[in-house]
């Protein structure tokens, strides 16, 4: 028979502590954290054998001692450690624990921490799970938190992050209402005024992509009014001769307009994608009139 290894020790000792029935003179609530420093122990162990899916169950096991001994803020701990084990092996066992570290830490009224665990839910449904919709959903949750816990610039990094991703599921009026919420938070501050035009851009991107060149066109009026400078900017520009080419149907200006901003500033993949749909929609009216 193999010898057991030394994490596999610690987590029987620590399952055998767990199971035993208290003694006359120690307490439940000793039994339990005595067994959730072994299982802390043994998840460790684990790890050091490169074990994830272990390693996390043992954390897993420690969570519900502390979770016993009514020790909150060591359970959230417990938890979290328990995700960042089973993120290497398991993207839906890593959301699980850290759901379940989001309760403690919202119970116990840390909602900065929470939001940042619920933003790392939302990475995990994007970059592991390619769920768009949840990832939206999460980012939401966690601009909410930061926003009442007054980190405002992370809040409008989240809400941006949900702007594109409503975008990327064709959500255009919840993506619009989003870029406008950072845009507006962003106009008063001289360090994030600069990104304003990028936000109103994106956002008349959108209103082109739900087909709507009457909306696009209010829009860029409403934003010019909000900011002066913005009417003289490359983004206001590019959005206007882009609104013409539109209404025009025509598909080759429309390129034209899209090449000649690329060469100035790169476009990157979420406006790529975008122009695209819009260009699409171009094609598809010419065919209706033919």
Known sequence: MPAKSPAQ?????????????????????????????????????????????????????EAECREKCQEGNE??????????????????????????????LTKAGRFRQAADREKEIGQIYLQELNDLRKACDSYERAAEWYSQEDAQATANACWKDAADLHAEIEQYPQAIARYEQVANGSLNSALTKYSVKEYWLRSGL???????????????????ALDTTFSSTREFKF?????????????????????????VTKLDNWKTNILLKIKKSIAEDEDVLR
Request: charged share 25%; aromatic share 10%; glycine share 4%.
């Open 9 to 61: 020790t610690l987590l029987e000792k620590a399952d055998k502590k767990a199971n035993s029935s208290a003694g006359w003179f120690s307490s439940a609530n000793s039994k339990f954290e005595e067994a959730g420093d072994l299982y802390q122990q043994a998840a460790n162990a684990f790890k050091i054998d490169k074990l994830f899916k272990e390693a996390g169950d043992a954390h897993a096991r």
């Open 75 to 104: 359970a959230a701990q417990a938890w979290w450690n328990a995700a960042k084990a089973y993120k290497r092996i398991s993207p839906d066992l890593a959301i699980q624990a850290l759901s379940q570290t989001i309760t403690h």
């Open 239 to 263: 959005v206007i001769v882009l609104i013409d080419a539109v209404e025009a149907g025509d598909q080759e200006a429309y390129t034209g307009a899209v090449y000649e901003y690329d060469q």
């Open 206 to 224: 959108c209103a082109l992509a739900m087909g709507d060149p009457i909306t696009a066109k209010r829009n860029m009026q409403k934003y010019s």
